[in-house]
């Protein structure tokens, strides 16, 4: 929908303003009309230089983009070594159609994206809380105070020689604290996925014994002391002992099915770890 239309006052003091003040178009003030209106209207009167139309990138400059991306260069590259002939094309121009043609690294450009932009004196601000905090804050729990990465905060420390060397770092208490989480959350996944194969070993064993019930006439049965399911009494549901005796060795088969011995053998292993790991005394 077209705006209001300009009347010849409102002209007058836009030339006036222009060429007898010689203001800017930013300076240039009249009443209702914004500075796009008054940037469009200069243009028309003659009082302003149109900038040259833009030049549509050719099909021809586009497939040397596409090509140059593939030999591994960037756009620096491009227009350092003016690659694509004429028309000649900017490096803002050529970094443009760069991203629009999807030819650049997304995870850089996002990261160029959320790069810190530091206001004035924030930087030399930062360095002095990193001289007081650098022995006793990892580089993560500083970049989360201040919301830099980790690799950032470990950058501008080297430089300055403040540091901390690793085994410092991982006896600070943000690094034991994040330890302790991961320990947790590893003992959770390992009693998760022990689960699941326990679960799934149990299904394979009811279909065997199943399978057998149904195929072996005389099948010999055992049953299990703590599950008390009586399962086939062979070697894939029950453990075999081995005991030297003077006339040789005798073998055996244990009262435990396969998964009730695994899980009492696992609930074995983790008690005798909490004793070594907490002793008494």
């Keep these: ?19 007898t003040e010689h203001r800017s178009l930013e300076a240039v003030e009249i009443p209702g009309r914004t500075l796009f209106a008054i940037r469009s209207q200069s243009a028309r ?12 990138w050719s099909p021809e400059q586009m497939k040397l983009l596409k090509q140059y991306k593939r030999e591994g260069l960037t756009p620096l590259h491009v227009f350092q070594f003016d690659l694509l002939g004429e028309p000649y094309r900017s490096i803002w121009a050529i970094t443009k159609k760069w991203g629009r043609m999807k030819l650049a690294d997304r995870t850089r450009s996002r990261c160029m994206q959320n790069k810190k932009q530091w206001k004035a004196g924030e930087k030399q601000e930062f360095v002095r809380f990193l001289k007081k905090q650098s022995q ?35 006896l600070m208490k943000y ?11 590893i003992r959770r996944d390992n009693i998760r996925n022990w689960d699941k194969r326990r679960q799934q070993r149990e299904k394979e ?63 074995h292993d983790q008690k005798k770890k909490r004793r070594e790991t907490n002793p008494k005394g």
Excluded at 233 to 256: L, M, P, V, W
């Design 1 to 19: 929908m077209p705006g209001k239309r300009w009347t010849s006052a409102e002209k007058e003091s836009l030339q006036r303003q222009l060429i």
């Design 45 to 56: 009167l003659g009082l302003i230089e149109l900038k040259p139309p833009r030049l549509r």
């Design 136 to 170: 006793r804050m990892t580089p993560e729990e500083i970049g989360n105070q201040w919301n830099l990465a980790r690799s950032t905060v470990s950058r501008i420390q080297t430089k300055h020689g403040l540091k901390a060397t690793r085994e410092d770092v991982l």
């Design 175 to 185: 690094s034991l604290a994040k330890q302790e989480r991961a320990r947790r959350r």
């Design 205 to 267: 064993m009811l279909a065997s014994a199943e399978q057998l019930r149904l195929t072996v006439k005389r099948l010999e049965e055992r049953r299990c002391e703590d599950c008390q399911r009586p399962w086939p009494k062979r070697r894939e549901f029950f453990h075999i002992n081995e005991k030297k005796i003077s006339i040789g060795t005798s073998r055996y088969f244990k009262r435990r099915c396969v998964l009730c011995e695994n899980k009492r053998r696992r609930l």
